[in-house]
């Protein structure tokens, strides 16, 4: 059997066409969408996911700006920039990339961005909100992911989802998303043992641990739906996910590539959390 292969690249350009059209009928009303991006340090993989992130808010036609500060910033200087962000009325959504310096808290800085123009997510009210099933910002891969499962008709209520990962911008809220459509859901993560007797019942299987390749068919029930948030490099230094793609895919119902599943689905809606916001901030004067 050859599973469906999900393609995030294409979903998400489809959903960044509908964010143009809102984008530019907002600007009609003197109100442009802006993102704020804010860089600490030169690490080479925050960087690209900045510059993709600059780049696809500006092709939406939102105003970006980014802030790239040195490695050494104190703290008090990153406050100060996200407190001068929290201020600035054409900023609609600010984002700090993470991992911070280890000198830098960052409870610290995430708590500092207004939790009205947080589109990330990140913030304790927008996630408390989220758990309890208020209108709230919510954590951009795991809504992609809920997306995605939508777009592919993966059914969800009262199937089984195992996530392997219990980070705060993915593993946690994964599993919040998917409850609220009435899955029953197993969190696994590093400690777990026997972890193949837990994804073996998956249903749903959403993996984001950052091993190149773990999860092998051994891990699956044949007809799941996987979905690998991982991007990590091969042996041969090409990109791939933490799923054994060529052998998995011969066991799933569908299974999301690394590259081109769950990545173009982040920066989507990253996107559409700014529109959000803007319109909200915008619809109070307008
Ligand atoms: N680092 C890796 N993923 C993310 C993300 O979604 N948001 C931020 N701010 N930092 C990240």
């Given at each position: 059997m050859s599973s469906i292969i999900i393609d995030g690249k294409a979903i998400g350009e489809k959903i960044r066409k509908e964010i143009k059209i809102d984008v530019e009928r907002l600007i009609e009303r003197g109100c442009r969408p802006g993102l704020a991006v804010v860089l600490v340090g030169e690490d080479q993989a925050s960087r690209t996911y900045v510059s993709n992130k600059e780049k696809s808010s500006k092709a939406v036609g939102m105003k970006s700006e980014l802030v790239v500060l040195p490695i050494t910033v104190s703290q008090k200087e990153l406050l100060d920039t996200v407190n001068r962000l929290n201020e600035d009325?054409?900023?609609?959504g600010i984002l700090v990339q993470?991992?911070?310096?280890?000198?830098?808290d960052e409870n610290k800085v995430i708590q500092s961005i207004s939790p009205k123009k947080d589109v990330d997510g990140f913030h304790p009210e927008n996630v408390g909100k989220m758990i309890i099933g208020q209108t709230s910002f919510v954590s951009c891969t795991p809504s992609g992911i809920m997306e995605l499962l939508e777009q592919t008709g993966t059914e969800i209520s009262g199937k089984h989802a195992v996530i392997v990962g219990r980070s705060n911008i993915v593993g946690k809220p994964m599993g919040q998303l998917l409850l609220q459509k009435d899955a029953t859901v197993t969190y696994c993560h590093s400690?777990?043992?026997?972890l193949e007797d837990f994804t073996r019942q998956a249903d749903i299987l959403i993996v984001a641990i950052?091993?190149?390749?773990?999860?092998?068919?051994?891990?699956i029930k044949e007809g799941a739906t996987v979905i690998d948030v991982g991007m990590n490099r091969d042996e041969n230094g090409k990109l791939c996910g933490d799923v054994d793609f060529e052998t998995v895919k011969e066991k799933a119902y569908a299974i999301t590539p690394v590259?081109?599943?769950v990545g173009p689905m982040t920066v989507t809606m990253l996107l559409r959390n700014t529109l959000k916001s803007a319109q909200f901030t915008c619809s109070n004067y307008i």
């Open positions: 009325p054409t900023i609609h993470l991992p911070l310096p280890p000198h830098i400690k777990t043992e026997h950052g091993h190149a390749k773990y999860i092998t068919a051994d891990h590259p081109g599943g």
